[in-house]
């Protein structure tokens, strides 16, 4: 049987140059090509580099050219600052996606196609159920930004797959990453030492582990899992959770300044938020990983929480207080506390 | 290093007691000094010893120990979370202790019919709903709690789900927003899940209006039920009524708030924050036969008329427990 010939998009981003690492090791897997404008940033040895723009349709000539059975497309971006602009990154999102499935459409040994979504699809809303299946949509058409992207992008691929029934279509839905060396928002905005919170709202969140979700990429490149998977670590945590851990302060903001104060550290660049996220900062966002562990066979290794705490270990951010700090503070306030318990009651009993 | 040594001894005098390398009394005299007696095998003089015997167990220690474990997860998250952000550390040590002497002593909540609750598996409980504040339905889910032990989770409307601080609350107690795939999901892990059919209509409904039920939705906890093959509990509340009587709703000005309604009762708004204060009216909290919906199987799940009647019979049970009670009941206040 012919090798696996593997084609990823975004080849430059984090996941994808990963993916491309952990295919390398795999001898089943013969010639991979990995597209981009910048050239990867991870060392890769026998991964071959296109340097292509996906918006262009010389990507169908890219397609036919190599000969690639497998697409992962890993190349939607969730920011504007990264792309330069919104309507860059829109340009990037779906116009890419388009041009992408629309060579795919022509390309005639293709047989799978991997999509990196994102549970950002189904929103964040207070009206949204506690747990969002895969069959499940947004509860209101998302208007703006990364959500609206997404959901577009997926639509298409649906779109595709219906045109293309020979092609497995593995749509995976993504929540947050985090991890000792992927660089998101999320994890830019939990290195902050004051971590500025809506006043009032604590949201849910569900996170997934860099190398769980590279394993979920390669397992959705390597095995057959036609279908849409939500992928997240087990279990959930509230935001200000999250910063306790870190040993960080909340900055609790009025909800009318949100958005301000937001945008106002988003010009600062520190943190790259997009107005959209603001609604996940309100109300956060749990997905169903049923299907991911019946079906595609794949539990994660790091919860939530142990995700998190292996971000904080390596990343060795700056905290106000540590753990260590907190159980001395808990033994030495209940060793003075009980002492002058005992004394009082000592004086009352010398007192009689 | 030797002055090192005596300081680390003193504390630790001061704070275990039996300094037996020393051969002193571990306890501190009225004038705050250690006391130079001679202590027996305890690590207390003869003196100390009966007091630090009834003070070292004593449920002060217990309880300061407890708080400050309490305290000390807080201030390091480390506390689990279920996936509908329910919070049973807070729950339990905060908000319901919180809510008990309003439950004791305030409305002196009677429950009947506590063995109807099914101590294990899944059940629906359905309630009727007045007050105009949802009180009714923190007390229940408190009175389940501490009679079985196990907690209801509530069903609600998703007004509270918008609001900064109440809609965080409602998710870390334990509640959720009234869908189907929530109440579902809730069942089907085999919890206790709490629900009020009439909404607004019953919590919302003016005075003269008390203890007629409303309408009870479209029947959506009943499929919900049969689905699940959870049994349905009916739950007569008596007394949440009286709390807050609603003598007239002020729709516009709920419109202009966004609020389901705007409340006149004899308090509110005339005596401003006052006016907040509930009646404190006597409940009673009457548990019904649970209505099996075991043998019953999605097909009737998918029958409309059977789903109506199915609904029809627990409106009907709630609101015949409601007047046994009613009958039965002394006084709005003793």
Same mark, same amino acid.
């Given at each position: ?352 | ?29 009225? +004038? ?23 003070? +070292? ?59 109807? &609750? ?104 009943? +499929? ?12 007569? &509340? ?79 049970? &709630? ?16």
């Amino acid at each position: 049987m012919a090798k696996q010939r593997v084609l990823i998009t975004g080849i430059s981003r984090h996941l994808g140059g990963r993916l491309a690492q952990r295919l390398e090791q795999d001898p089943d897997v013969g010639d991979i090509y990995g597209v981009d404008f910048d050239p990867p940033s991870h060392e890769l040895n026998r991964t071959e580099f296109v340097r292509a723009d996906i918006r262009n349709p010389l990507i169908v000539k890219v397609l036919q050219a190599t000969e690639v059975d497998t697409v992962v497309h890993a190349a939607v971006i969730a920011t504007p600052g990264g792309a330069g602009g919104r309507a860059q990154m829109k340009e990037i999102n779906v116009i890419g996606t388009m041009q992408l499935l629309a060579a795919c459409q022509k390309a005639e040994k293709l047989r799978k196609v991997v999509m990196k979504s994102t549970t950002t699809v189904y929103g964040s809303e207070p009206t949204d159920p506690a747990v969002f299946t895969e069959d499940m949509g947004p509860q209101s058409q998302p208007k703006t930004g990364y959500a609206k992207d997404a959901w577009e992008v997926e639509n298409y691929a649906r779109s595709f797959g219906r045109r293309r029934p020979d092609v497995a279509l593995t749509l995976l839905r993504f929540a947050n990453f985090i991890g000792p060396r992927i660089q998101t928002p999320l994890t830019r905005y939990l290195s902050l030492p004051i971590v500025p919170t809506a006043f009032g709202y604590d949201p849910r969140m569900q996170l997934i582990h860099e190398d769980d979700a590279v394993e979920v990429l390669y397992r959705a490149v390597r095995e057959d899992h036609p279908g849409t998977f939500n992928a997240a670590g087990d279990g959930v945590v509230y935001l200000s959770q999250l910063i306790r851990m870190g040993g960080k302060v909340p900055a609790p903001i009025m909800t009318p300044f949100f958005g301000v104060t937001s945008s106002l550290v988003r010009r600062t660049g520190l943190v790259d938020f997009s107005p959209e996220q603001i609604g996940f900062l309100l109300y956060g966002r749990v997905g169903d990983t049923e299907r991911l562990k019946t079906q595609f066979g794949y539990t994660p290794k790091f919860t939530t929480k142990e995700a998190v705490r292996d971000f904080l270990a390596t990343r060795k951010l700056p905290k106000v207080f540590s753990e260590l700090q907190a159980e001395q503070w808990e033994r030495e306030l209940y060793a003075f506390l009980a002492r002058r318990r005992r004394q009082s009651r000592v004086q009352a009993l010398e007192g009689n | 290093m030797g002055d090192a040594e005596v300081i680390r001894m003193e504390r630790h005098r001061a704070e275990r007691g039996p300094a037996s390398a020393a051969g002193r009394c571990g306890a501190r005299t009225t +004038e705050g000094r250690l006391c130079r007696n001679r202590a027996r095998p305890s690590g207390y003089c003869a003196r100390h010893e009966e007091v630090t015997a009834s003070a +070292e167990p004593s449920a002060f220690e217990a309880d300061l120990e407890r708080v400050l474990a309490f305290l000390r997860r807080r201030l390091t998250g480390d506390y689990p979370i279920d996936d509908f952000g329910f919070d049973r550390d807070l729950t339990e040590n905060v908000l319901m202790p919180m809510l008990r002497p309003l439950y004791e002593r305030w409305w002196r909540i009677e429950q009947r019919g506590v063995e109807n &609750i099914p101590t294990a598996g899944p059940a629906l409980l359905v309630a009727n709903h007045s007050g105009t504040l949802p009180l009714d339905a923190l007390m229940m889910r408190l009175g389940v709690f501490d009679a079985t032990g196990r907690h209801c989770r509530l069903l609600a409307a998703d007004f509270p789900f918008r609001l900064p601080f109440v809609g965080q609350l409602a998710r870390k107690s334990g509640n959720t927003l009234a869908c189907n795939e929530d109440a579902t999901r809730l069942l089907k892990g085999g919890e206790l899940v709490g629900v009020f059919p009439e909404g607004y209509k019953g919590v919302g409904k003016l005075f003269r209006d008390r203890y007629k039920l409303q309408r009870f939705g479209r029947g959506g906890f009943v +499929e919900v039920a049969l689905k699940t093959g959870a049994p349905i509990v009916p739950v007569a &509340i008596v007394g949440a009524e009286e709390i807050y009587p609603l003598l007239h709703n002020v729709k516009p000005l709920a419109r202009l708030l966004g609020f389901p309604y705007f409340p006149v009762t004899p308090t509110f708004p005339l005596l401003g924050p006052l006016g907040l204060i509930p009646l404190p009216s006597k409940w009673t909290m009457v548990f019904g036969e649970p209505i099996e919906t075991e043998g019953l199987t999605a097909a009737a799940a998918s029958d409309p008329m059977f789903v109506f009647n199915l609904t029809d019979q627990v409106r009907e049970s &709630i609101q015949q427990s409601l007047y046994r009670t009613l009958m039965s009941r002394r006084g709005v206040f003793a």
